[in-house]
């Protein structure tokens, strides 16, 4: 399957929408004009990535989500790096615990607590908080690329 990166299309601002919830990642700052797209060779979306802002200091990798029927083809590899190759440092990322020997692949490297921005710490303690509710192994995972 031939894939290829490019900005979203102000069009295709409902179907990030849309398969961000059906991943079930965080949908808050979907702003479609930060998104890049994977699309197939018909220019179908298949997937989807962005670099978030928060505040002036702080970047996030985000929205890094693929249908389930392109999963396992390479495709959130082609978005992560196309996100990374120009992308400032340091960049930081949230995810599934599981996860981060994906990330760890790009350089990433989990952080505690204490080293991570004050979104991160809010984010990380309502997350332990949703876990701990929840009764989930998983808990969110903070990285950073330096």
């Not at 900005?7 to 991943?23: F, M, N, P, S, Y």
């Not at 002036?56 to 959130?76: F, M, N, R, T, W």
């Amino acid at each position: 399957m031939l894939v290829s990166i490019r900005g979203a299309r102000e069009t295709e601002a409902a179907q990030i929408r849309d398969l961000i919830h059906l991943v079930g990642i965080n949908p808050m700052g979907l702003d479609w004009k930060r998104f890049i797209v994977a699309v197939n060779e018909h220019d179908e979306m298949i997937g989807c990535g962005q670099l978030k802002p928060h505040g002036q200091e702080i970047l996030e990798l985000a929205s890094l989500a693929v249908y389930p029927e392109h999963q396992g083809k390479g495709v959130a590899r082609a978005i992560t790096e196309y996100l990374l190759k120009d992308s400032p440092r340091p960049l930081y990322l949230m995810c599934e615990s599981s996860l981060g020997p994906l990330y760890e692949k790009f350089g990433f490297q989990g952080i505690s607590y204490d080293e991570m921005p004050r979104y991160f710490q809010r984010m990380s303690k309502l997350a332990g908080l949703v876990t701990t509710l929840a009764q989930r192994e998983e808990r969110l995972l903070i990285m950073k690329l330096k």
